[in-house]
């Protein structure tokens, strides 16, 4: 994997990967899921550009559908990607904080 | 969301995306409660799916080609218009500049730089006539290869074209001397022609430059649909 690419990661598909890390999701549950992990509504259209994005990376991957509803899982690529931002988020967050506590 | 306007929304897709993501697409929307902030996300993310799709696109897209994507979009009449004769401005400078000098340099003491000439002159002003006659034709083709995968209307590329193609043929290139044993004086007028048969002579040469520019455009438009049908 490119680690480069995390380079133009924003928000949304960060949050999609969050929120498959805790188990398959379709694309109902997983705005609900975001809303109560972080406050934020995803709009179906960015959710969806998000899920584009992901699945071509070959970082969530689809099930088969339910009815008309199709839920995605996160590969073991995926959760490498969400792992590694995440740490990198970690550091930054105590970096800042400390700064912060420093003033 | 009501069904009928769930479907609306997802036809502003392209079609790799929604023979893909249509179905799905759709019964979420029709799960949601149809909001006009929920419209507008949908109708934007479709726009962007345009411009740097997820299907049969590149994914992994440089954000600065995005950028350059989203000018087209926003300003087509700069992009299409205004740049390319700027470019053109550009090229007929540096190809009146290569007559000037060579004329100074290569050709001292005759009255005109178009005269019978030889040796090294031939290819010293065989890169300034080079310039000046391959210059709209590259351009047109720049146009035409940079407009035709975008998601932008016609217009512009069009306005862009005619305008490189009626400027090319009204071109011409004086040279004088102001200044009796003086320097050289290399200058430049944009006319049609003074007669009807001079008119319409110019619009037909300007007529075949459009066709010659246009194809490029013409191609990959038709290669862009024709991957989009299959």
Redesign the interface.
């Known amino acids: 994997m490119d680690d480069s690419?995390l380079g133009?990661f924003s928000d949304p598909p960060m949050f999609v990967l969050a929120s498959l890390a805790h188990g398959p999701k379709?694309?109902?549950a997983m705005i609900e899921d975001i809303a109560r992990l972080c406050g934020t509504r995803l709009?179906?259209?960015?959710?969806?550009?998000a899920?584009?994005?992901l699945e071509?990376?070959g970082w969530i991957e689809p099930l088969p559908?339910e009815?008309?509803?199709?839920p995605y899982r996160i590969t073991a690529e995926g959760e490498r990607v969400l792992r590694a931002k995440l740490t990198t988020l970690r550091r930054f967050t105590k970096a800042g904080l400390g700064r912060l506590e420093a003033l | 969301m009501n069904p009928r306007l769930a479907h609306l929304l997802m036809r502003l897709y392209p079609r790799p995306w929604r023979e893909r993501y249509g179905a799905e697409f759709e019964a979420l929307l029709q799960t949601g409660r149809g909001d006009l902030r929920m419209a507008a996300n949908v109708v934007w993310s479709a726009l962007r799916e345009h411009l740097a799709p997820t299907r049969g696109g590149k994914i992994n897209q440089d954000p600065r080609s995005l950028r350059f994507q989203s000018w087209c979009v926003r300003a087509p009449w700069a992009m299409f218009g205004l740049a390319p004769l700027c470019l053109l401005a550009g090229a007929y400078f540096v190809a009146c500049f290569i007559l000037w000098s060579g004329w100074r340099l290569l050709l001292p003491g005759t009255n005109t730089p178009f005269v019978r000439i030889d040796g090294f002159a031939i290819y010293y002003f065989g890169v300034g006539r080079a310039v000046y006659y391959g210059a709209p034709i590259l351009i047109g083709w720049g146009i035409g290869l940079i407009a035709a995968p975008q998601s932008t209307t016609a217009l512009w590329p069009t306005v862009g074209l005619a305008l490189i193609a009626l400027i090319s043929v009204t071109a011409q290139v004086h040279a004088s001397h102001p200044v009796p044993g003086g320097a050289g004086h290399i200058s430049m007028d944009f006319a049609l022609g003074h007669s009807l048969q001079g008119i319409s002579s110019g619009l037909f040469h300007a007529l075949m430059i459009f066709s010659l520019m246009v194809l490029p455009y013409l191609m990959v438009r038709l290669q862009k649909a024709h991957s989009l049908s299959a």
Do not use: S
């Open positions: 690419k133009h379709h694309g109902h709009g179906p259209g960015t959710l969806y550009g899920i584009a994005r071509q990376q559908p009815e008309r509803r199709r």
